[in-house]
């Protein structure tokens, strides 16, 4: 059965399969959101259970995560090389990704990239033929102006990602603001993506071009097909 709305069955299996591959050693990078969230759970089960890893989290939400479940915990900041990264997406199209739907994209791009093999987990809903998710552009929040700007000029719609919970906008785990950016089709993502990278004031794009290695995509029944995508 397609699941269109990305139910937690989908995104369960593809955590738990991707939780699956990691070996005693490994350094784990720790992804953000409700799909690699369940990739941490089954870590956890699998460290009570005697696996011996670290992992290194890409959020406070995966950290906390991580630390209620018992995965071990290395700093970001001491690491240079990652063994296995488990992340989620909000979409997926030919091997690329849209990222940032939490606002953890930039902590989760230096975790990916660090990573020997970065394995991408999603439920079905999120595969689509060409990326048309908005794009989320973490700002220094003085550039929030002058950053939208050139997101206009480069054809798209740059809207301040505001709190659910509270008045005001979202503020990432870096002290800055998000731009959610839409493009509509998206059908040069590496362009897009290097056009991006270059506005002074851009932390970092949740355009993920190239990065990934594997695609573990759970469907509503309990299936999850892997492949690999590079
Ligand atoms: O900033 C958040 C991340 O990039 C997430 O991995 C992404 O938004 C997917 O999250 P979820 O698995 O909850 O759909």
Redesign the pocket.
């Known amino acids: 059965m397609k699941n269109t709305d990305?139910s937690e069955a989908a995104?369960r299996t593809a955590g738990e399969s991707a939780a699956d591959l990691v070996s005693d050693g490994d350094l784990v990078g720790l992804?953000?959101?409700?799909?690699?969230a369940h990739a941490i759970r089954r870590l956890g089960d699998r460290v009570d259970s005697g696996l011996d890893v670290a992992g290194v989290a890409t959020s406070y939400q995966s950290r906390e995560l991580a630390r209620e479940v018992g995965v071990p915990l290395e700093s970001l900041a001491d690491v240079s090389r990652i063994d296995v990264a488990i992340?989620?997406?909000?979409q997926v199209a030919d091997g690329n990704l849209v990222?940032?739907?939490?606002?953890?994209?930039t902590r989760?791009k230096v975790v990916d990239a660090a990573a020997d093999r970065f394995v991408v987990v999603v439920d079905d809903s999120k595969v689509a033929d060409v990326l048309s998710h908005p794009v989320p552009v973490e700002v220094l929040p003085d550039a929030r102006a002058t950053v939208a700007e050139t997101v206009r000029d480069a054809g798209g719609d740059p809207e301040l990602r505001a709190a659910e919970r509270k008045d005001g906008p979202v503020v990432t785990d870096n002290g800055n603001l998000v731009l959610d950016c839409d493009f509509g089709s998206v059908t040069e993502p590496a362009a897009l993506a290097r056009r991006l990278s270059g506005i002074p004031g851009v932390l970092e794009h949740g355009l993920f071009v190239g990065l990934a290695d594997e695609l573990h995509v759970g469907d509503a029944d309990g299936g999850v097909a892997t492949r690999s995508v590079r």
């Open positions: 990305g995104k992804g953000t959101g409700s799909t690699a992340d989620g997406a909000d990222k940032g739907g939490g606002a953890a994209h989760e």
